[in-house]
């Protein structure tokens, strides 16, 4: 049976590589694209996001509605979903 220390080690290694992965999908070149539609779209992202933390997804919601509803939005949020699956981020 492992031990508890063991599995504590384990799942402190996952949360560094995935870390790690994380990391280095939010410098990719997409995922810059990704934020300067944002930027573009205007709407208040930061704020949104504030909004959802605080327990009221409903403006982030519509934002992420609208991006996916245009073709480059869809493609980069595509793109970075594959690169997330392949760096083992699921």
Known sequence: MESKENRMGAAAAELMKNREAVS?????SDAQ???ELLQRQGG???QAAQQAAAGDPSALMAIMDQLMHSKEG???VDRIGAQARQ???N
């Not at 280095?24 to 990719?28: D, G, K, T």
């Open 24 to 28: 280095q999908l939010a410098q990719s």
């Open 44 to 46: 208040g992202v930061q």
């Open 74 to 76: 869809a493609e980069l």
């Open 33 to 35: 694209k990704l934020r």
């Open 87 to 89: 760096a083992g981020l």
